[in-house]
């Protein structure tokens, strides 16, 4: 259905859209990311396309990747009533470099969705009006959701109290409790 | 009445007069453990196990404990309903300590005890971990019988005068224990019929 889609962007955008598939007729674009307000300016313009809402924008991080990071939109035509997946890979392997523009001009729901996407994997939208945390507070080191954030890594605004056997009230000793909350990739082991 | 426990636990009939002698930190604990003003510090699901408790059906009033209170300086007990963010882990240390004594802390659930399954970068590992705690309730949720339960195990510790951290102490079955208020307030009623 929204194949057509897809065509009309290829036309449109000759060189900009380095893949393309439909899975399960999910039609998702790989576009490149320098063109990534463009392409979604004419997605969201084009009364062919009128994609209207921007249902979902985050990011997915492929430490072994490079570049390291998919940022990830959903786009839904409520006129039209078909959708598209569009995908931009940006990042070094070190997860800098990671910047990609702002589709907030276009949908406001963007805004927040970008900020969530900057707290978490700290991708950074060139255009943003207010790119600050969102979810962490602004004393947080480090983006969370990155695969090599260690997985029992905690930055607590407060001190713990100071009271002896604490580590025996709840929560426990590191060897205790659920394991599969603390593994290690094998990525993180060679690091170090 | 029961509660106040002191050599010998006898009931006074409504016909008797006379007077009762105890101890006056005894009777201190026992108007305190009935007068408990909450403050309810709700965060996540576990709030609507807290409304089922407050409401008629389970209704923790019937513990003196019903009384909320949204300004922790008028409050007695705090109630962390929920799991504890590190973002918010300084308000509630504030809250706390804004409190005035003497003053109880519970911690519903299992993630405020424990932080529950969130074993990661944002949640507390417990609110013990910040502020003392007095009893722990496991659950997730808990159900409004385990609240209550941990409810009466507050109100021990009260009538104790135990400001010890939360460790729980041994305790009679109601049922079987031939020292129990209630247990002899019936009693007493079946004798009158």
Excluded at chain 1, 155 to 183: A, C
Excluded at chain 2, 28 to 42: D, G, N, T
Excluded at chain 2, 43 to 58: D, H, K, L, N, Q
Excluded at chain 2, 110 to 132: E, H, M, Q, R
Aim: charged share 25%.
């Amino acid at each position: 259905m929204s194949q057509r889609v897809v065509e009309q962007v290829k036309k449109q955008f000759p060189g900009a859209v380095l893949e393309s598939h439909s899975q399960h007729g999910d039609d998702t674009i790989v576009v490149d990311p320098s063109k990534w307000a463009e392409i979604a300016q004419f997605l969201k313009e084009n009364p062919k396309t009128s994609m209207e809402m921007l249902t979902d924008l985050t990011a997915v991080d492929y430490p072994e990747r490079e570049p390291r990071f998919e940022v990830v939109a959903h786009l839904y035509s409520l006129s039209k009533g078909h959708r598209l997946r569009m995908k931009a890979r940006v990042g070094d392997s070190d997860g800098k470099h990671a910047e990609i523009p702002s589709v907030e001009p276009l949908w406001g729901s963007a805004n927040w969705m970008e900020r969530e996407c900057y707290d978490m994997f700290g991708v950074i939208f060139k255009g943003h009006p207010d790119l600050r945390r969102i979810l962490m507070y602004p004393e947080f080191e480090g983006h969370p959701l990155r695969k090599d954030y260690p997985a029992n890594r905690t930055q607590p605004l407060i001190e713990y109290r100071d009271v002896p056997n604490i580590e025996k009230l709840p929560p426990f000793g590191t060897d205790e409790g659920m394991s599969f909350g603390r593994q290690t990739h094998q990525f993180m082991n060679d690091e170090e | 009445m029961g509660e106040l426990k002191g050599t010998e636990t006898r009931i006074i009939e409504p016909s008797e007069q006379g007077f009762a002698t105890t101890r006056f930190q005894d009777l201190l604990h026992w108007a305190q453990k009935y007068s408990l003003f909450m403050y309810p510090f709700v965060t996540a699901c576990c709030g609507m196990e807290f409304m089922a408790v407050t409401s008629p059906r389970y209704d923790v009033s019937r513990f003196g404990a019903e009384a909320p209170r949204f300004s922790p300086r008028q409050a007695d007990l705090l109630w962390v309903v929920g799991t504890i963010s590190q973002r918010q882990a300084p308000i509630l240390r504030r809250i706390w300590e804004q409190m005035a004594e003497p003053k109880w802390v519970m911690a519903f659930g299992t993630c405020a005890s424990c932080g529950g399954f969130y074993d990661n970068y944002t949640t507390v590992p417990g609110l013990d971990k910040i502020i003392p705690c007095d009893v722990y309730i496991p659950g997730c949720p808990p159900r409004p019988e385990a609240v209550l339960d941990g409810l009466l195990l507050l109100q021990d510790k009260i009538a104790r005068g135990d400001r010890t951290p939360a460790i729980v102490k041994p305790r009679t079955d109601p049922a079987t224990s031939q020292d129990h208020g209630l247990v002899q307030l019936r009693k007493n009623r079946e004798s009158m019929v």
